[in-house]
């Protein structure tokens, strides 16, 4: 098997792995965010502030990885 070969079925794999993987991450910092809005009505806008970044930083990652990705196609 070429080096050609493994980017070809690894690129698409790790791309859709890391897509799966952010969604699932994603969703379990919205969820927790919005149990612990519900029993702390009052503290919102700091479980927002602190669920908002942490999505930043998820997409961020996937991004990076998104980027990798398409810098390596030139690969093929």
């Known amino acids: 098997m070429t080096p050609q ?3 070809s079925f690894a690129l698409p794999l790790g791309l859709a ?3 799966m993987a952010s969604a699932f991450a994603l969703g379990k910092a ?9 029993r702390q009505p009052e503290a919102s806008t700091k ?12 997409e961020a990652l996937t991004l990076y990885a998104l980027v990798f990705g398409f810098s390596l196609m030139g690969k093929i």
């Open 17 to 19: 792995f890391t897509a």
């Open 30 to 38: 919205v969820s927790a965010a919005m149990d612990a809005t519900a």
């Open 47 to 58: 479980i927002l502030v602190n669920m908002m970044a942490g999505c930043a930083l998820i």
């Open 5 to 7: 070969t493994a980017l």
